[in-house]
């Protein structure tokens, strides 16, 4: 039997198991015919509708639910499809995930695709593959991709970040830490917005009483695309391309800065060369 008929035969296989509605206490497993076992450590409710964990627990691959919300720790062994997904502590996905609104307070590592409408995560991050968002990806912490991230609205990244392909997206916002932030391939938008870090704390007159000024965060990419206004601070890349464009303090843009509407350099950024007004 090929490897395509294993799958046909595996999904068909999904399709007819019923997944019973039980009730979990203390430790137990809910066994699913052709499928394979859900473990859980502590408490939860296993259904048609509903997969919910408290405490720890382990899911077989090819699952397919309404909802899945899981508060602890929890591996799943393939992919999983359903329209919610909420996690809080520790969790990891060995397949790829098709879902419609993701949810995330703590770690989760993907070793596959993301696919849905949005994903808002609090904590740390890891995308094996590409994820391709209808909506919006929203991290603050760490996040890193080792594919493509293409987000139809907006990509908003608060902390520091690694996408190992490019960021493709109707709107992009980052906010850079002190740690150094890279997109490999570029950025392409609508609009695009990158700030540094600043200052925390309570600050008077732009004078810092308590709190902390943070300089040291970059992002480093290649080209920068965009269709309307371009904002930058302590951005290292190669070309930027936007309509009105703002290259602010601490960048440094090593090929051309092209512009169709207006151009504003802060006196600290560095420019290989003059900026070029296009038709």
């Known amino acids: 039997m090929s490897g395509e008929e294993r799958m046909k035969e595996y999904e068909k296989r999904l399709r007819e198991t019923a997944i019973p509605t039980t009730r ?23 259904s048609p509708e509903e997969i919910k964990i408290s405490g720890s ?29 909420s996690f809080s502590g520790s969790s990891s996905i060995a397949g790829n995930v098709n879902v419609k609104g993701l949810s995330v307070s703590g770690s989760l590592s993907v070793d ?31 996040f890193k991709a080792l594919g493509n991230v293409e987000a139809k609205n907006l990509v908003e990244l608060h902390g520091a970040f690694t996408v190992d392909g490019k960021v493709v997206a109707n709107r992009f916002e980052a906010e850079l830490s002190r740690h150094e932030s890279r ?56 070309n930027v391309c936007g309509k009105d464009v703002t290259i602010g303090k601490g960048c440094v843009i090593s090929g051309k800065v092209k512009y169709s509407g207006s151009i504003s350099v802060h006196p600290e950024a560095k420019l290989a060369n003059p900026p070029e007004k296009s038709s």
């Open 57 to 85: 627990g382990s899911l077989p691959g090819g699952l397919k639910v309404r909802r899945v919300s899981c508060a602890g720790s929890v591996s799943i062994e393939g992919d999983i499809e359903a329209e919610d997904m």
């Open 183 to 238: 997109v490999r391939d570029g950025i392409e938008a609508v609009s695009v917005n990158v700030r540094g870090k600043g200052v925390e704390g309570l600050v008077i007159f732009g004078v810092p009483i308590f709190g902390k000024i943070f300089h040291d965060g970059k992002l480093y990419t290649t080209d920068i695309v965009v269709k309307e206004d371009v904002y930058l601070e302590n951005v290292c890349c190669e």
């Open 24 to 46: 979990v206490s203390g430790s137990g497993k809910v066994h699913l015919e052709g499928i394979g076992d859900i473990r859980i450590s502590g408490s939860g409710i296993v």
């Open 112 to 142: 596959g695709e993301v696919r849905g409408s949005f994903l808002k995560a609090a904590g740390s991050c890891k995308l094996g593959k590409k994820i391709s968002l209808e909506d919006t990806l929203q991290v603050h912490g760490s």
